[in-house]
């Protein structure tokens, strides 16, 4: 059992911080780490992966530096995000490549390679491969020394349904068995499915830390805005600030519609439908008007 | 999917090795330097050196003078540099341009070791595609008349281990390591070498004709470098650039994607 630490760790580029005083500790289990694009996600990953010094801050696993330590990666199984592999390979010599670089033989990397499914086409080049199938080689590469860390960096991108559920079964099979697995991902069903953890990240700031129902209540209970237009906005706009779920609505003449601000996500979505039925008024348009993950994420690092 | 055993774990990776050498770093570089495009090149302009060589030899018979000059001018100072272009910087530039040397630098290997091995791979392939068809060509051309052949045959093979050095150095300092290579290459040794006498004793070139003077007859070659000078110089460039690039590739970060 490994457990990585990250220590009041920033990473600047120039003037630009992708990672800001960040601290965390990554423990046996399926970890999240949850975030929007640009958030500093690969940045943090690279760090626990020894790909990049931390500008401040210290990042360890089990108490031992990462950077500038290829022992390290006898522990950790790495599955970058780049599509870049040696394309020129099968599958096959791709895998046997990584076992023989771990001082392992042909037999490590089968049973990588019978773990992922990959087996059936194991003898085609690797340039052949689809989307799928290439995450599944990298796996089968960062898995071939039974490593007690597995870090993989968005990893679901571009995956079909099922390529996507089976990678999913697998890393849950990981996180039980005892491995450090974490995965980093922009899409919250995406993470809240596979991680019982949670690390989010914004802007390079950590957001929030904890059990996936409660970083899902944080982000369902903020105040929502919606557009709102119908055949009577004046007498929707009465009915619904009468309840205690609405905090404001502002009547937009320039869009002809109005902009509610509702504060009980849960008691709203129920009360706008029935107060319309009630009063015989017809809902032309109900739009969130901040549903985009940025602005999810943004109240994240507010709360 | 299914998973490993947990109560049959595979054996322990082994520790890292100290060995310089890593086979399976050699043969993934090896595969790779072949197995692009630029591959092409390592094999046309020895082809173009030999068919030359061929056509010259039919068309004016056996001279020392024109063997010099094909073997001192086109091989030795445009395509001995050239081929150490493609295979130094190709041995390692293209792996960190697209992010896949991941997959070597996340293992328990010493980074001093992929850098030597990748080392001997791109002299290997350098001394291959450059000393052997020099060789061939100087028989072509005079029947190896005055040992002019085999001595540049013999500086080609030396040049390719400082090209390789420098060129692999080159890939791992920057992205643009080909038109680097190819500025010193073809500018400064071949341009500015010429223009300015003091440039030739910085020349990769000279030094290699400085050993190769040694092996030909008397007066076969010339170059401006004396033979301790040349070695000192030869392995001086290359122990410091097989140095430096071990130490960029330690410290090598891969940014990510955002």
Request: hydrophobic share 50%; aromatic share 6%.
């Amino acid at each position: 059992m490994s457990t990585l630490r990250i220590d009041h760790v920033s990473r600047w580029f120039g003037n630009v911080v992708a990672v800001n005083d960040i601290t965390m500790t990554i423990a046996p289990g399926v970890t999240g780490l949850l975030g929007p694009n640009g958030a500093g996600k690969s940045t943090l990953i690279n760090m626990m992966g020894g790909f990049l010094a931390p500008s401040t801050g210290t990042v360890t696993l089990d108490g031992t530096t990462i950077w500038r330590n290829a022992g390290s990666y006898r522990h950790i199984g790495i599955v970058p995000e780049r599509e870049a592999m040696y394309d020129f390979l099968t599958g096959r010599e791709f895998v046997v490549a990584n076992a023989e670089l771990h001082g392992l033989g042909r037999a490590a990397a089968a049973r990588a390679l019978a773990t992922v499914e990959m087996e059936y086409a194991q003898d085609r080049k690797i340039s052949t491969y689809s989307k799928g199938m290439r995450q599944r080689v990298k796996m089968a590469s960062a898995l071939v020394h039974d490593p007690s860390v597995l870090l993989l960096d968005e990893p679901f991108n571009g995956m079909d349904p099922r390529q996507r559920m089976q990678l999913m079964e697998l890393l849950r099979r990981m996180g039980d068995e005892g491995r450090t697995v974490l995965f980093s991902s922009h899409i919250l069903e995406e993470v809240e499915q596979l991680a019982s953890h949670i690390e989010v990240v914004v802007a390079g700031r950590h957001a929030a830390s904890g059990d996936f129902r409660k970083i899902r209540r944080l982000m369902t209970d903020r105040p929502h805005r919606y557009l709102v237009r119908s055949d009577n906005d004046r007498a929707l706009a009465g009915a619904l600030i009468a309840d205690p779920s609405t905090a404001g609505i502002e009547v937009d003449f320039a869009e002809g519609a109005l902009r509610i601000q509702a504060v009980d996500f849960g008691r709203f979505t129920e009360l706008l439908p029935r107060v319309a039925r009630d009063h015989g008024i017809r809902l032309l348009t109900v739009s969130p008007s901040d549903e985009s993950l940025e602005s999810v994420f943004s109240y994240l690092v507010a709360a | 999917m299914s998973t490993t055993s947990p109560t049959a774990p595979p054996a322990p990776a082994a520790a890292p090795k100290a060995a310089l050498f890593h086979p399976t770093v050699a043969r993934l570089t090896y595969r790779a330097l072949l197995g692009r495009r630029r591959a092409l090149i390592l094999f046309a302009l020895p082809a173009m050196l030999v068919v030359i060589a061929i056509i010259i030899r039919v068309l004016t018979g056996a001279d020392d003078t024109t063997a010099s000059g094909i073997l001192g001018g086109f091989a030795l100072g445009t395509m001995v540099p050239l081929i150490g272009v493609i295979a130094g910087t190709g041995a390692i530039g293209p792996e960190i341009d697209d992010g896949s040397v991941v997959y070597l630098l996340a293992k328990p290997v010493p980074r001093s070791t992929i850098i030597f091995t990748k080392l001997l791979v791109a002299i290997g392939v350098t001394a291959a595609f450059s000393a052997i068809p020099v060789l061939v060509a100087g028989f072509v051309l005079n029947g190896n008349s005055q040992q002019i052949a085999v001595a540049y045959a013999v500086a080609a093979a030396v040049a390719s281990v400082a090209y390789s050095a420098l060129f692999l150095l080159f890939g791992t300092i920057t992205r643009h390591a080909v038109v680097f290579g190819l500025v010193y290459a073809l500018v400064w040794e071949a341009f500015v070498g010429n223009l300015v006498p003091g440039a030739r004793t910085l020349s990769v070139q000279q030094w290699a004709l400085g050993v190769g003077q040694k092996i030909g007859a008397e007066g076969a070659l010339s170059s401006d470098v004396h033979l301790p000078l040349a070695i000192c110089l030869l392995v001086g460039v290359t122990a410091t650039a097989t140095w430096y690039a071990g130490r960029r590739l330690k410290a090598l970060t891969l940014a990510g994607e955002e």
